[in-house]
């Protein structure tokens, strides 16, 4: 029975973060491409940047509502599920916890006030303004919980008597050595996806005829900050890797399925484990793990075999790792096709091949951020706190917790649901020529075909 409330712990948790984790994404990237699309169209006295950020925000709004509801689910989960982690590490990592929510407050005063400020200052810049405040708001709420998440891989500022915490320091513990590298890939990441998502969508309304200047430009924003985003993303992830090898070299050691310890050792890319965990079909690039951890190609990167068995994180995270690298190199490699179509004349960067991988790189942004988190937390275990609680002494033992798993689906079943349907109606009954000639009726027509 303790096993099954175990899983079934593990299982409500994985469903509630993997489908909250789509909405704080959104939260924590969309702000800042609102922004810069009205700061654009201000600047250059642009009305279809203007009337992008305009739509943009509307939708946004949509999303920040389903995460209000499921964020709060991530929360009363802590308690219910994983007690024994709470009444633990508690009192160490709470202060985040808190300073999230305060975050997110702050983000949905002035998220109002940008809303229903629209047309109101003869200065535009003024209603530009409050804008960034949602941007710190979306951003901090992603710092501070990637704050407990860090936390638990390394933990810190406490001291342990006879199995409990004391000597709490709450700053050391949000700052512990793992926050700075986790951060940095988290708001990269998440303003990386938001830009390709964007730009799928307006993709393809591109392929359903919607050739206007309005979709063109969109499109080349979109994809331009899905380019420069995506290098900064691959920069995180490189500090990531020099990170984990430092300080967790068991989770990169079972990303590259790296089992001996060795100078100059080999990135291995796919493949499969036999039983005698040696690698088949892999593509092996010689020294590269080597370079990747540490900057050298000769260095030596710690193998699986230096750590108990016990102790080892499952060895399919290294599929986890592999997709969401994929997926990171696939993503700015479309945007830089997109522009070398776009520079030579007698070729169409609108065709049908390109938008259609446009269009495929959207939901593809949004499933390597859940590789990634996948292998986030999977490369921890079997720890829930990093050398001092397993997942299986952290969990609950109430044999409630299948229910509850089922109550959660249903609610997220509804829950998406209702954002697919009311995103498809908020814009499907608004077109954006239609609203660009009533929101700024000085545009021609002509300007927009």
């Not at 003869?122 to 979306?138: R, V």
């Not at 393809?204 to 924003?221: E, G, H, P, Q, V």
């Not at 994929?326 to 700015?332: A, D, M, Q, S, W």
Request: charged share 15%; glycine share 6%.
């Amino acid at each position: 029975m303790e096993f099954d409330t175990v899983l079934m712990s593990r299982l409500l948790t994985a469903m509630t973060l993997g489908f909250h984790i789509i909405f704080a994404t959104l939260g924590v990237g969309i702000p800042l491409l609102i922004s810069i699309a009205e700061f654009i169209g201000i600047k250059k006295n642009d009305p279809h940047y203007r009337l992008l950020a305009r739509r943009w925000a509307r939708g946004f709004v949509i999303s920040v509502a389903i995460g209000v509801v499921t964020g709060t689910a991530i929360g009363l989960q802590l308690s219910l599920v994983w007690p024994n982690f709470m009444e633990v590490a508690g009192n160490v990592i709470s202060l985040p916890l808190f300073m999230e929510v305060f975050a997110f407050f702050f983000e949905a005063i002035f998220l109002g006030i940008y809303l229903y400020t629209w047309d109101r200052f003869k200065n535009q810049y003024i209603h530009w303004l409050f804008s960034l405040p949602i941007i710190i708001g979306g951003g901090f709420s992603a710092i501070f919980i990637t704050m407990v998440n860090a936390f638990m891989n390394t933990p810190d500022g406490f001291t342990v008597e006879d199995g409990v915490f004391t000597a709490v320091n709450p700053l050391a513990a949000m700052l512990n050595p793992a926050t700075p590298t986790k951060v940095f890939h988290v708001l990269s990441s998440a303003y990386l996806t938001c830009a390709a998502i964007l730009a799928a969508i307006t993709a393809f309304m591109i392929l359903k005829k919607k050739t206007s200047d309005y979709y063109k430009k969109a499109l080349k924003l979109t994809l331009t900050l899905t380019f420069i985003f995506a290098v900064i993303t691959a920069i995180a992830g490189d500090s990531s890797a020099k990170f984990l090898a430092e300080h967790q070299p068991e989770k990169l050691a079972a990303a590259e399925w790296h089992f001996e310890t060795e100078e100059g050792a080999d990135l291995i890319l796919f493949g499969w484990l036999n039983d005698a965990h040696e690698a088949i079909g892999e593509i092996r690039i010689p020294k590269f793990l080597s370079f990747l951890a540490y900057g050298d190609f000769n260095a030596e990167v710690t193998g699986l075999e230096d750590v108990p068995q016990n102790q080892w994180p499952p060895l399919w995270v290294h599929y986890m790792f592999d997709l969401m690298v994929t997926i990171g190199f696939f993503l700015p490699a479309v945007a830089l096709l997109y522009f070398i179509l776009s520079k030579v004349k007698r070729w169409n960067e609108h065709n049908k091949g390109m938008l259609s991988l446009i269009v495929l790189s959207g939901p593809l942004a949004m499933l390597g951020i859940e590789f990634g988190w996948i292998y986030a937390e999977e490369g921890r275990q079997p720890w829930i706190i990093r050398g001092y609680m397993t997942v299986e002494e952290a969990a609950t033992s109430s044999p409630q917790i299948s229910l509850m798993f089922f109550l959660f689906l249903a609610l997220y079943i509804v829950l998406g649901t209702l954002f697919v349907l009311t995103l498809r109606k908020v814009f499907k009954d608004n077109p954006a020529e239609e609203e660009l000639e009533k929101q700024y009726p000085s545009v021609k027509k002509g300007d927009d075909a």
